[in-house]
C-alpha cells in the first residue's frame, strides 16, 4: 500500500503554506477532503478523470494537479492569483468543473460516465463533492439520470464533514438518512470513515454494475487540533501565530 499517511501530511502543510500565503479561505474545507484525495490520486488509471465539485478545496486540487504534471509544480507558489484563485476554474488545465456555485460536479460527471459508456471507452469518472451539496436539487436530478442508466463507470465521493456554509449541515436542511437516499436512487453505496486510508481504498476498489456512492464520514479541518469540527475556518483567512502554531502539529 502506498504511504498515503505521509502523503496526506505533506499535502496538508503545502497546503496550509499556500492558503497563508494569499490570505484565502477554506483551509478547513480543504483539510477534510485530504485523506480522500490522497488515496483516490495514488489509485487513478490513465484514462480516469476526476471532476471536483467541491471547487472551494482549490489549494488541494491544485496540489495534485501538481503532481499528476497536469500545472507546473511551481505555479503552486501563485496561488491566490488567476488563474489560481480559491474557487477552482475550468480556466486551470485539468479542472473539469467551475467549483464556486455548489451542484455543479455532478451533472458534468454524470454526462461524462453516461458518455465514455455509450462510447465503450475505459475510464472511470470520480467525483468529489460536499455534504452541503446534498441540498441542491441538481445533485437529486443527476442522481436520478444515473441511476436510471446505471454508468458503472462512476464513482461519488461525499465528504460528510457536517457543516456547510452557515453552519451543521443536517441543521441548515438535513440530509439524513443520507446512505438510504443514495440506495434508493440506484447507487452501490458505502458509509466510511474518511480519514481511514484503508477503508477509502477498500471502497474504491470496490467492483459494482452500479454507480457507486461512497459517503466518506470525515472531520472538518482534519490534522489541526483548533481548525477541527468548528465553522470557525471555513471562511476566516490564517494568521501568522496560527499559521505557525498549525505547522506545528503538522510536524
Same mark, same amino acid.
Given at each position: 500500500?502506498?504511504?498515503?499517511?505521509?502523503?496526506?501530511?505533506?499535502?496538508? $502543510?503545502?497546503?496550509?503554506?499556500?492558503?497563508?500565503?494569499?490570505?484565502?479561505?477554506?483551509?478547513?474545507?480543504?483539510?477534510?477532503?485530504?485523506?480522500?484525495?490522497?488515496?483516490?490520486?495514488?489509485?487513478?488509471?490513465?484514462?480516469?478523470?476526476?471532476?471536483?465539485s467541491k471547487g472551494w478545496a482549490a489549494a488541494t486540487i491544485y496540489y495534485?494537479?501538481?503532481?499528476?504534471?497536469?500545472?507546473?509544480?511551481?505555479?503552486?507558489?501563485?496561488?491566490?492569483?488567476?488563474?489560481?484563485?480559491?474557487?477552482?476554474?475550468?480556466?486551470?488545465?485539468?479542472?473539469?468543473?467551475?467549483?464556486?456555485?455548489?451542484?455543479?460536479?455532478?451533472?458534468?460527471?454524470?454526462?461524462?460516465?453516461?458518455?465514455?459508456?455509450?462510447?465503450?471507452?475505459?475510464?472511470?469518472?470520480?467525483?468529489?463533492?460536499?455534504?452541503?451539496?446534498?441540498?441542491?436539487?441538481?445533485?437529486?436530478?443527476?442522481?436520478?439520470?444515473?441511476?436510471?442508466? $446505471?454508468?458503472?463507470?462512476?464513482?461519488?465521493?461525499?465528504?460528510?464533514?457536517?457543516?456547510?456554509?452557515?453552519?451543521?449541515?443536517?441543521?441548515?436542511?438535513?440530509?439524513?438518512?443520507?446512505?438510504?437516499?443514495?440506495?434508493?436512487?440506484?447507487?452501490?453505496?458505502?458509509?466510511?470513515?474518511?480519514?481511514?486510508?484503508?477503508?477509502?481504498?477498500?471502497?474504491?476498489?470496490?467492483?459494482?454494475?452500479?454507480?457507486?456512492?461512497?459517503?466518506?464520514?470525515?472531520?472538518?479541518?482534519?490534522?489541526?487540533?483548533?481548525?477541527?469540527?468548528?465553522?470557525?475556518?471555513?471562511?476566516?483567512?490564517?494568521?501568522?501565530?496560527?499559521y505557525e502554531k498549525a505547522m506545528a502539529e503538522l510536524a
Amino acid at each position: 500500500m502506498p504511504d498515503y499517511p505521509a502523503l496526506a501530511k505533506e499535502t496538508r $502543510k503545502k497546503v496550509l503554506a499556500m492558503v497563508f500565503k494569499a490570505q484565502t479561505s477554506h483551509i478547513a474545507s480543504n483539510f477534510s477532503v485530504i485523506d480522500i484525495a490522497s488515496v483516490l490520486y495514488e489509485n487513478l488509471g490513465e484514462k480516469d478523470e476526476v471532476v471536483w465539485s467541491k471547487g472551494w478545496a482549490a489549494a488541494t486540487i491544485y496540489y495534485f494537479l501538481a503532481k499528476q504534471g497536469k500545472i507546473p509544480k511551481e505555479d503552486l507558489e501563485k496561488f491566490g492569483e488567476a488563474p489560481y484563485i480559491g474557487l477552482a476554474e475550468t480556466t486551470v488545465p485539468g479542472v473539469l468543473c467551475s467549483g464556486g456555485a455548489m451542484g455543479h460536479g455532478l451533472p458534468i460527471a454524470v454526462g461524462m460516465a453516461i458518455g465514455k459508456k455509450r462510447a465503450r471507452e475505459e475510464g472511470i469518472i470520480y467525483c468529489v463533492m460536499s455534504d452541503g451539496e446534498m441540498q441542491e436539487g441538481t445533485t437529486w436530478e443527476s442522481a436520478l439520470i444515473a441511476g436510471h442508466n $446505471k454508468p458503472n463507470n462512476l464513482v461519488v465521493l461525499i465528504d460528510y464533514n457536517k457543516w456547510c456554509a452557515m453552519g451543521r449541515t443536517n441543521e441548515v436542511a438535513n440530509v439524513e438518512p443520507f446512505a438510504d437516499k443514495w440506495q434508493a436512487f440506484g447507487f452501490d453505496t458505502q458509509r466510511i470513515d474518511g480519514h481511514n486510508y484503508q477503508e477509502i481504498e477498500r471502497a474504491l476498489l470496490k467492483k459494482s454494475d452500479k454507480p457507486k456512492a461512497i459517503i466518506c464520514d470525515t472531520v472538518k479541518g482534519k490534522g489541526v487540533s483548533f481548525f477541527e469540527d468548528h465553522l470557525l475556518f471555513h471562511y476566516k483567512y490564517v494568521e501568522k501565530d496560527e499559521y505557525e502554531k498549525a505547522m506545528a502539529e503538522l510536524a
